[in-house]
């Protein structure tokens, strides 16, 4: 069972730089999710999809792009990195919700990206 | 607006001592209430859940009782081991989107 995947587990940027973080689940979850998550800070959304080709901006959306092309796949984009981005990043997926779920989110092993 | 409030931490505790992490939350509407767990180096796991007023979540031996009228979910356990010490979650689902409002974490630290 492979669940939400995530690549690179660890990346170090330079300011300016852009990349991808990767994120892929295998159970057919219609919903993904991005967080950051900072120390003592508990977990902030970033951007959201209910299926491919929606997405939505979430709390933190500034600096940060989404695709969603599959129903498998959610990449984060970060185009100019700064250092306030520096952060370990959480992709989720859970499935079709209604007001009041009571659906889990599956979470991936996270991406420490430090910006420099 | 809608928010989770959890006691700070670090907490640190003996072996088989008695566990209580406080969560309290305001919401505009009717939530369904999560906990969920963190181990070191990893990504956060659910430990419980509850849909309704008066639910109690249970799993490993942790508890939590949805409290409607003081708008808590308590995180209980009543003998706590090494292997529980991690980072806990507490969150709230409200929305159609399903997105979670989470708490800040409590880092619990068991000694044996």
């Known amino acids: 069972n492979a669940g939400v995947t995530q690549t690179p587990k660890f990346r170090i940027l330079k300011i300016g730089q852009s990349m991808t973080l990767q994120c892929t689940q295998d159970?057919?979850?219609?919903?993904m999710y991005w967080y950051r998550q900072d120390p003592g800070m508990g977990l902030k959304l970033i951007y959201y999809?209910?299926?491919?080709?929606?997405?939505d901006k979430g709390e933190v959306p500034n600096g940060y792009n989404v695709s969603r092309s599959t129903t498998e796949d959610f990449p984060l984009r970060l185009e100019l990195a700064a250092p306030s981005q520096t952060s370990v990043y959480f992709c989720?997926?859970?499935?079709?919700?209604?007001?009041?779920?009571?659906?889990?989110?599956?979470f991936g092993d996270g991406t420490r990206l430090s910006i420099l | 607006g809608n928010s989770v409030t959890q006691m700070e931490g670090p907490v640190t505790l003996s072996e088989e001592a008695f566990l209580t992490i406080n969560c309290t939350y305001t919401a505009t509407g009717y939530p369904s209430l999560f906990w969920y767990v963190q181990y070191p180096g990893e990504g956060l796991q659910l430990l419980l859940k509850a849909t309704k007023a008066d639910d109690k979540g249970s799993n490993k031996g942790f508890e939590a009782t949805y409290r409607k009228e003081t708008t808590s979910f308590h995180l209980e356990k009543g003998s706590v081991q090494v292997s529980d010490s991690a980072v806990y979650f507490c969150a709230l689902n409200l929305g159609s989107q399903g997105n979670l409002i989470f708490g800040k974490g409590t880092k619990l630290s068991v000694k044996p």
């Open positions: 159970m057919n979850h219609n919903y």
């Open positions: 989720a997926s859970s499935y079709s919700q209604g007001a009041g779920s009571n659906q889990p989110q599956h």
């Open positions: 999809s209910v299926g491919a080709g929606i997405t």
